[in-house]
């Protein structure tokens, strides 16, 4: 979180974010401003640049509808009941209810504007300011007009009131100067004219742009901070405007991570969470895919077709299309291609994990081999161990899970099963296909099915057949 505006007094100015509405065109049974945009409920977005603008905390209304929002906030905001949404003037009305009696100034948005940004808040705040207006909105010259309020102005400029699109005259629908429907208002005025507004007669609705006119009444200034038209501002109402803001925001994300120190072969197909941290030197391949509080240690390349979900990856690792969920992976590791590490996994440093290898609940030590076609859960696995292809562990019986210990330097045979409970001491090796019902000694052999016991017997290396030529055998297979 930024800190406060310089020069403003912590409490003075208090936002109000409008979430009330029920976003009726995302067709959705979640409310429109819980919707995600990388990772996080668009009005956290709105939140994060009201505590920069304002430092206290803000309010956000909410209906009995929409009874989540007020759940999602309830850690860094006020939440204020709008029994009926009647229209933006009455959000606002609910909202004064829950405002401290020693706030002197407003700051109204919507919790729909996810992309708007604390420094055009400031400025806002500083436009009334200056102006020593009652209030002070924002106002852009639009593309296209079409829906919203139009800023009316007197010959000399002045804004006089707004319009909205439903209410306007043919004539006033040809302007094109909108408003944004950000505001900042003197907080005795508004408590002393909210009371006042009056229902629309094309909607019903109470506008809270109503008060630009009623200020003017007053003989009061209102000013408008004029700015261009970026596509920030405009709010999101369907699932298009969300995905539109979604590749904004996702372009935003990835120029930071690169200007850090991150090579993205191509960022167009790179889709980071807002709570991901990379390190300098990460190299992201196209199409990888990292969610929610992902962390990547510097150098480590994550490869096409990877997603990471809530893991942390550590330095000189190298991850090829891999599924990762809730996992830990120390230095210098190597996973994948097609391996799965699931909620609890913790893959010790040098080690290689590789195709069709699943790891959950499981930690293993430094330099744990295990290349090919096989399961680990609820283990734990000794530095130094070879998981030979095809090796299971055998943790449920069918009604609860069992616990295998496997100790250091142990050697696992093709399509070993380990019926857990069970140990397999240090040192320990299991011949190809045993199936391991008890547990085995330290530097002992388990062979058969079910395995029994043996000495372990030295195998000696194969010469290569030629010297010239390289070994054939992967040492690690
Ligand atoms: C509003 C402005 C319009 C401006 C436009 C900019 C009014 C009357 N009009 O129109 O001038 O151009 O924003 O996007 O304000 N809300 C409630 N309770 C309600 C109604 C709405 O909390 O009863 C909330 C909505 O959830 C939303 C915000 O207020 O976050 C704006 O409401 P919306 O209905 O979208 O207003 P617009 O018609 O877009
Ligand atoms: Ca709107």
Redesign the pocket.
């Known amino acids: 979180m930024t800190s406060a505006r310089p020069g403003a007094p912590a409490g003075r100015t208090v936002a109000i ?7 009726t065109r995302m067709k959705s049974r979640t409310p ?2 819980l919707h995600r945009l990388c990772g996080r409920p668009m009005i956290e977005y709105v939140l994060d640049a009201a505590d920069a603008a304002t430092g206290s905390r803000p309010i956000v ?3 009995p509808a ?1 009874g989540a929002v007020r759940d999602a906030v309830a850690g860094r905001a006020e939440a204020a009941l ?1 029994d ?8 606002l009305r ?1 909202a004064l209810q829950a405002l401290p009696a020693e706030a002197e100034e407003v700051l109204v ?5 996810p992309l708007v940004k604390a420094d055009l808040l400031e400025a806002l705040l500083e436009a009334r300011a200056l102006d020593h207006a009652a209030m002070s909105l924002v106002a852009v010259d639009a593309l296209d007009p079409t ?4 800023v009316v102005r007197n010959e000399g400029g002045t804004v006089e009131r ?1 319009v ?2 439903k209410d306007a005259s043919e004539e006033e629908r040809q302007l094109t100067e ?4 950000l505001y900042a208002l003197d907080a005795s005025w508004l408590r002393r004219r909210i009371g006042d507004l009056t229902p ?1 007669a094309a909607t019903g ?6 008060l630009v006119a009623m200020a003017r009444e007053d003989g009061r200034l209102v000013a408008a901070l004029e700015v261009e038209d970026d596509g920030r ?3 999101i ?1 369907d699932r298009s405007q969300l995905a539109r803001a979604e590749w904004d925001m996702r372009v935003e994300l990835n120029d930071r991570w690169m200007k850090a120190g991150v090579t993205m072969v191509d960022p167009s197909t790179v889709y980071l969470d807002h709570d991901v941290t990379l390190a300098e030197d990460v190299i992201l391949e196209p199409g990888v895919v990292l969610r929610g509080t992902t962390s990547v240690g510097a150098g480590s390349r994550i490869a096409t077709g990877t997603q990471i979900h809530d893991s942390v990856i550590g330095e000189r690792c190298v991850v090829w299309a891999s599924v990762l969920e809730g996992a830990t992976v120390d230095d210098d590791v190597t996973i994948g291609p097609f391996s799965h590490l699931r909620r609890g996994a913790h893959v010790g440093s040098r080690s290689e994990i590789g195709n069709f290898a699943e790891i959950k609940n499981s930690t293993l030590g430094e330099h744990v081999r295990q290349h090919h076609m096989s399961y680990l859960g609820d283990a734990d696995v000794g530095a130094d161990t070879n998981v030979g292809a095809g090796s299971i562990t055998a943790n449920y019986d069918g009604v609860n899970k069992h616990h295998t210990t496997i100790g250091e330097g142990v050697f696992l045979g093709v399509d070993t099963m380990l019926r857990a409970p069970i140990t397999l001491g240090a040192g320990s090796k299991t011949g190809a296909g045993a199936v391991v019902t008890k547990d085995v000694p330290a530097g002992k052999l388990a062979v058969g099915v079910p395995a029994r016991i043996r000495e372990i017997r030295p195998i000696a290396p194969t010469p290569p057949a030629d010297p010239t030529e390289p070994a054939a055998e992967d040492p690690a297979g």
């Not at 909108?178 to 429907?181: L, P, R, S, T």
Request: charged fraction near 20%.
């Open positions: 974010v409008l979430a009330a509405g029920l976003g429109k401003v209304v909410y209906s929409t709008q009926e949404p009647l229209g933006t003037g009455d959000a609910a948005l919507s919790g729909d504007v829906g919203l309020g139009r707004i909205e699109d909108i408003n944004a429907g629309s609705e109470l506008y809270l742009t109503d501002l405009t709010g109402n």
